[in-house]
């Protein structure tokens, strides 16, 4: 058992919280009695994650996308008081972090994404409110784009969308997860062979034939689950608590 106190103190530190501006209110959004037994980390703070965290005895919570953003809670109402109120009648604590989660050089999804599909010699990438939060890099030995397709779909667990404009062979990508098809033009600027990210949009269609571009767009959610697994494996590894990862498989 650790105190929620520290486990929020460290992620804050760890996170480098205060650094980022952003939409999201980052760090411990909801409290719990003070205790945490069992974390259970999720991409989205719905009620279905809160259901599931529920059902597996969890006390702390932690996401990417939380509940507190700009002024979404002026009013406890509606969906609102029902998301609240489930957390107080579980005592459930709640940590988010938006930004500071995909910017991690650690335990960030851009991070990690990057690493999953075997890229190496990062480099910061993707500059949104002020801060670089995605990563760019190379491959060991050039691959073919269609075996870094198939790689990257084998990697986020889907097929996504395609937009094939760019080189037959790739040595370079651009990693952004969410919804990141603004920076496509920032891909193509940096002269990378393929960018990642999670939302396609019609703009980035264009963008990438004018470029000469190769881009992926392999979901929202499946890009950014990567940085809540690492947070959980490193609060278990941490603090000796059971932690663990509810996936909701969200198609989008």
């Known amino acids: 058992m650790a105190r929620l106190s520290a486990i929020a103190a460290y992620l804050d530190r760890e996170l480098n919280v205060a650094a980022f501006t952003d939409d999201a209110h980052n ?41 507190s953003w700009g002024d979404s809670l002026r009013r406890i109402d509606g969906l609102n008081y029902r998301r609240l109120k489930f957390l107080l009648d579980h005592d459930m604590a709640l940590y988010a972090c938006h930004l500071p989660l995909d910017a991690h050089p650690r335990l960030g999804n851009n991070a990690r994404l990057c690493r999953a599909l075997g890229l190496r010699r990062l480099q910061p990438f993707g500059r949104y409110h002020g801060a670089s939060i995605g990563y760019r890099g190379t491959l060991p030995a050039p691959l073919s784009y269609a075996a870094f397709q198939k790689r990257a779909w084998r990697v986020l667990g889907r097929t996504g969308a395609s937009m094939d404009f760019g080189p037959a062979r790739v040595r370079s990508a651009a990693v952004v997860s969410g919804g990141a098809a603004g920076m496509i033009e920032e891909a193509a600027a940096a002269g990378v062979d393929v960018f990642v990210s999670g939302e396609p949009k019609l ?49 989008f």
């Open 27 to 67: 760090g411990l959004q909801v409290e719990n009695a003070g205790r945490v037994r069992r974390v259970c980390a999720g991409v989205d703070a719905s009620m279905a994650f809160f259901e599931e965290a529920a059902a597996r005895g969890a006390d702390l919570l932690v996401c990417h996308h939380g509940l």
């Open 203 to 251: 703009t980035a269609w264009h963008l990438a034939q004018e470029h000469g571009l190769n881009a992926l767009f392999g979901g929202h959610y499946a890009t950014e689950v990567f940085g809540v697994k690492a947070v959980a494996e490193r609060l278990a590894a941490r603090f000796g608590v059971d932690a663990g990862f509810a996936d909701l498989a969200v198609p």
